[in-house]
């Protein structure tokens, strides 16, 4: 299926998609496995290696460019293209196509750029092309032509610019060949021959127009046609003249003078690519290129050998006149190319001079003494080592005099100490490029008597990828602009050199293993840095806040702490924008604490709560206010301090009880016990009790005011003997509700934890009070009276019958099993209780009770002493 690009096929049914997809022209390819990626606007098609045998069909008319280079294509039919009318742009290179039919693209007119190279053609497809008068850029080279003879028709192609041409079969260039470009102007012309060209007929390249030529023609059988292609060209201007393969195996060595030729051309740039050259052919060269009107020279990817019969005779045989801007010599494998000729003059008069990767690892002191004119020296790719660049016997004084920039990059230099003293005698250095190489490792620093001099000012120090530690920065230099350190090992930043630099405006420190910034590094001129990639984990509003011209920062990569500080800094630089953070936010993530590991920085908020200090603690002050507000809130409605001493008192009795070693037992002293109000003393004693005891059998009852143990705490006497009292007959009236002693015995009568269950309390109401009245602890209370299961003491005598009746009735029969004696002995000792023991309790109480019940207390214990 070709791709589609209909962004609405996905959502349809499938009968709409394929409605859809012949709307798209996508269809399926034969093979059936093959996808051309078409431009969603369906001007493009990129099929390129598909394995595809033919045209894909179907396409859309509406295509302007389609590219099927690298198919298995074997030839253009009639009618393949016809549908593409509007084609600019057709790629059909590294293809197998032998045939293009005569009627290929004869509806393509509008085709401007034509790439048919490396195919096997073995002919120019005139009448194929004969429609095409809008080409500009033809490429149909690398095909089995065995001629290079152009159809008439190139004359046509008026708008033809670049035209490239040729094959390896082609074993002769004829003096017609381009007879039919010779009013045609190019911007550029290629032409390939078979590797060994056989014959060349004069007048050939005559008929050429361009501005650059290239020839990729190998000469080793015919040497002799090089002097007479380059008198085709003499007279002509170009930009470019480049060769490919001039000699493709073997060396020259014949003594004629092939590039006589060369000083009548004019041209901006001349090339040698590829092939080989040995010493006598780069002198033909140079001597001839020296008044010729070549600005640069470039011997590139170049396999050099020294001549045997390289005839040295003396100086004035030198190349001293060699003018150029730039002189290129890259990629040779043999660096002998720089001792031609052993007196280096052919680069004195080079402005630009750039010998990269030629494996030389040694400079003659001559060579220096040379290169007069030289401003950029560009040795990167070299074996270079510290020795060898600095001689010490050599004498570099007034050297280079106007060399300004100069590239060691990618050597085997070791010692930034020997690189500082030579560039010390170039007067005019501005920028180094030392970056590769193994500085600092291995220097031992010794600052006292080997201090480095940069005499000159920087405006460029690059030293990246270097191995320095720390305490080599003292051999940096002070002034200088743009200082790259990135990649050098450094751990921490030496603050004694990065505060008395003072002209820096751009700092790369990227992936050394720095741990941390320190705060207070001041750099007023710093207006750009880099840090990332470190090992930092930390940056706040502190760390950059001396460098108040810094604009652009980049330091992402880093394992930050997402804390507070980190949160702010990037609020206030990267979201206000006050510093350019270049490589936010993609760039930035948590790396401590673990549960935000690889968060994006960016969405990490901790929120301006946690991050700020008075908030936090405005914050806890008042939930500590507020709990504490509530707490004594809930007190005062529950009454909890009431309950929590209640339970206490029940606690303590239990413990006492346990402690005097008195288990409970099942049976009961007596019948009912009678809490009551002492304002209800009376009618107690005078109405209850006499009733009670005088029935018979008698009920055994206990009150406060005569069975209480003597010499026992008060607490203690009313828990045992409602223990130790089968009922509880609580005497209702507003001062039993009042009473503070009353209302322990109700709530220790509520309490399953001393063993009486609801139905065990009696509530006798001696006069009427309203339940609603009642404080909230009484619940149990509130809810019996409200369901009326209670006792009332009724004022007419008459019914007072009744009334004894149903306490009788709920007391139950008065049988009794328990040892007399007890009984007995409490009764007896019943009235020493009031007189003697109980003030002395009472002070034990209201010590036990908070102050402000103490006067409750108080009163309680006159009203039992009576
Ligand atoms: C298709 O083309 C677009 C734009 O040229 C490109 O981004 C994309 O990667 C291509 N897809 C395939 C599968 O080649
Ligand atoms: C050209 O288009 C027509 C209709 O648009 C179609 O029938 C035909 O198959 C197409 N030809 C090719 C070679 O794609
Ligand atoms: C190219 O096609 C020819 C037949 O036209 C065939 O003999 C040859 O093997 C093909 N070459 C490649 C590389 O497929
Ligand atoms: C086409 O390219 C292939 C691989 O690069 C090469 O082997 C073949 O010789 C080239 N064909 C021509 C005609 O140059
Ligand atoms: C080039 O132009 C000249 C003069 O206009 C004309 O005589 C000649 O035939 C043209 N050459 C070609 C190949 O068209
Ligand atoms: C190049 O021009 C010069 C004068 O301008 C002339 O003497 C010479 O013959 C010309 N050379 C060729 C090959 O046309
Ligand atoms: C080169 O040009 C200079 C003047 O620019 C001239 O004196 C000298 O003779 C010329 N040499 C050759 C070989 O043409
Ligand atoms: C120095 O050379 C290296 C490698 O050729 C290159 O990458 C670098 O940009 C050059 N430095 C300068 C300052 O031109
Ligand atoms: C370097 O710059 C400083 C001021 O930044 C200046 O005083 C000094 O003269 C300069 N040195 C050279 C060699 O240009
Ligand atoms: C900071 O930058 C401004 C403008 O770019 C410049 O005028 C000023 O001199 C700089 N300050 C320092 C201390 O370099
Ligand atoms: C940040 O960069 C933008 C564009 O790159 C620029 O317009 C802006 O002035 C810069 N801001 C600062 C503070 O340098």
Redesign the pocket.
Known sequence: MYKLHCPVVAMMTITLTDLLVSLCGSHQHPSGRYTCNISLEKRFADCKGLHLTQMPIGLHSSLEELDLSSNALQGIREGDLSNLTKLRVLRLQYNNISVIEDQAFQYNTLLEDLNIFNNSLRSIPAKALEPLSKLRILDMSNNFYTEATLPDIFSTFTQLKILSMGGPLIPSLKKDDFWTLQNITLEKFAIKSASSLLRYELGCLKFIRTTRMWFDVALDQRPDALPLMLQDLANKSFTELRFRNLFEFTYYTGKEDLLQGLKHIRMRQLVFYRGKFNENLLRMALVNLQNSSVKSLGLLFIDFARSPTFVDSGSDSSVTNLVLDELFLWDISNPDILRFDWRFTWFSKVRRLSIKNVNFNFVPCDAWNEMKAVEELDVSNNRLQDEYIYNKRCDYKKTLPVLSTFNVSKNQLTKLRDVVALVGEFKNMRVIDLSYNQLGSSEITNLENNKCNWKQNFTKVILHHNNFISSDLSCLPINVEYLDLSYCNLDHLDMDYFERVSNLKELLLSDNKIKFIPSGWSN??L?SLTLDGNSFGLISMGSFKDM??LSNLKAGNNPYHCTCDLHTFFQETAVKGKVNITDWPENYRCYHPESFLNLMVAKFSPGSVACDIRLVVIISVATTATVVLAIMLLCYVFNVPWYMRATYQILRAKYRAYQEGSGLSQEFDYHAFISYSHSDAEWVRDQLLTYLESSNPPYRICIHERDFMPGKWIIDNIIENIENSRKVIFVLSRHFVNSEWCNYELYFAQQRAIGKTFSDVILVVKEPIDPESLPNKYCKLKKMLNTKTYLEWPKETKQQAFFWAQLKSVLGKPTFTRDQAASTRNRNSAAAVSTIELPLEDELVSQSLPSEHSSTATMEGSVLSN
């Open positions: 007023p001129t207006q108040p011209n």
